[in-house]
Structure formats: C-alpha cells, structure tokens
C-alpha cells in the first residue's frame, strides 16, 4: 500500500532480485536489493493479481546447480513482495521435469511458464501465499523429440522460447525453436480455483 499508485521497476539482473521506485526518472530509488541461494542467471518473473508476490525464472541454475536440484529439475522460484523494501524468497515450485526455464507470464492468477524441452507448464498462483499454494493445472509439450536429460547430463536448450497469453480470446502462443508457432487454449476445467 505504501507505494500505491506509483511506478514500481523490478530489475532481475543476473543473481538477485532488484527493486526501484521509478516514478522520478530523475531520481529512481533503490528500494532493496536481494540475493538468493543457487542463483545463476535471474532471468525475468512476474506480479501475481494482487501484486504481493512473483514468480521469478533462473534460466542457468539447473544447469549450473544439476546435482542440487534433483539432477537438474526446473525451479520457479516465489517471492513475497509485500514489502518491496524487503522482498522474502518464500519458497519455490518443483516442477517434475529436468528443463531450463525462461519466460513466464501471469493472468488472472495463472502462470503461463515457457521451460525450454519441458513445454508450457500452466501454474495456478491463486493461493500464492500459502505453503504449496502454486499448483500446476496444465502442459504442453511441444517438442516431446527432445526428450529429458539423461546419465546425469544437465538440462540443455530447445523447445520453448516463450508464451503470450493476453489474447481476449484465451489463445496462448507459444513459440517454439524447433516446429514454429502453436496456438494453445487452457481448457476451462483446468482454470477453476
């Protein structure tokens, strides 16, 4: 509440999570700035609805950090920001797959997640706040080819790119390296809390 109705920057530069006041562009203040364990390359994330947490993208950490997270599976990481004077890396959602992951986008409090070979995961953050409230409700792979790393190999690139998931129509289009672009929609079912 306290910066309400102002221009608020988050800056994911590399191993840590930035926050600045850019309402004066003259004059942008820091807000914090905060390191995080097994970070790599801190890539992108984004506010839920409410603007209290994130979720937040390291795209080398599961190549880097292999052995750390479970032979590299995807990590997304969650951020209580209700103070952005001093934003908690609260937790972290395990996905099951051993992928790097890259963009990611939040609508209507569904996470749309671009993980490289593991496709489109699509994460529920309705109850964001709560232990284990980031549930997946969807996925697609779009180059099932490429398979998972195998012999303790770290997860490598291919697959998805990136997602746009603002079309009024529910269309999401996902981009992918090898095959082009698909033209998703999320069934109804999977959206309800």
Same mark, same amino acid.
């Given at each position: 509440?306290?910066?309400?109705?102002?221009?608020?920057?988050?800056?994911?530069?590399?191993?840590?999570?930035?926050?600045?006041?850019?309402?004066?562009?003259?004059?942008?203040?820091?807000?914090?700035?905060?390191? @995080?364990?097994?970070?790599?390359?801190?890539?992108?994330?984004?506010?839920?609805?409410?603007?209290?947490?994130?979720?937040?993208?390291?795209?080398?950490?599961?190549?880097?950090?292999?052995?750390?997270?479970?032979?590299?599976?995807?990590?997304?990481?969650?951020?209580?920001?209700?103070?952005?004077?001093?934003?908690?890396?609260?937790?972290?959602?395990?996905?099951?797959?051993?992928?790097?992951?890259?963009?990611? +986008?939040?609508?209507?409090?569904?996470? @749309?997640?671009?993980? @490289?070979?593991?496709?489109?995961?699509?994460?529920?953050?309705?109850?964001?706040?709560?232990?284990?409230?980031?549930?997946?409700?969807?996925?697609?792979?779009?180059?099932?080819?490429?398979?998972?790393?195998?012999?303790?190999?770290?997860?490598?690139?291919?697959?998805?790119?990136?997602? @746009?998931? +603002?079309?009024?129509?529910?269309?999401?289009?996902?981009?992918?390296?090898?095959?082009?672009?698909?033209?998703?929609?999320?069934?109804?079912?999977?959206?309800?809390?």
């Amino acid at each position: 509440a306290r910066y309400t109705g102002q221009e608020i920057c988050l800056s994911f530069n590399e191993d840590r999570l930035a926050i600045f006041d850019a309402t004066d562009k003259q004059n942008v203040k820091t807000l914090s700035v905060t390191p @995080y364990d097994l970070s790599s390359y801190c890539h992108q994330g984004w506010f839920n609805d409410a603007q209290t947490h994130l979720l937040m993208n390291d795209e080398l950490d599961e190549m880097t950090f292999t052995s750390q997270l479970e032979g590299g599976r995807t990590r997304t990481l969650i951020w209580d920001v209700s103070d952005l004077e001093k934003p908690i890396h609260s937790g972290d959602f395990n996905h099951p797959e051993k992928a790097v992951d890259h963009n990611l +986008y939040i609508v209507d409090n569904i996470g @749309y997640l671009s993980n @490289y070979r593991a496709g489109l995961k699509v994460l529920s953050v309705t109850d964001i706040a709560k232990p284990d409230g980031v549930t997946q409700i969807g996925k697609f792979d779009c180059s099932p080819e490429l398979g998972e790393p195998t012999n303790g190999d770290a997860p490598q690139f291919g697959g998805t790119w990136s997602n @746009y998931p +603002y079309f009024k129509s529910g269309v999401i289009a996902l981009s992918n390296i090898e095959h082009g672009l698909f033209l998703l929609k999320l069934n109804s079912d999977a959206a309800k809390p």
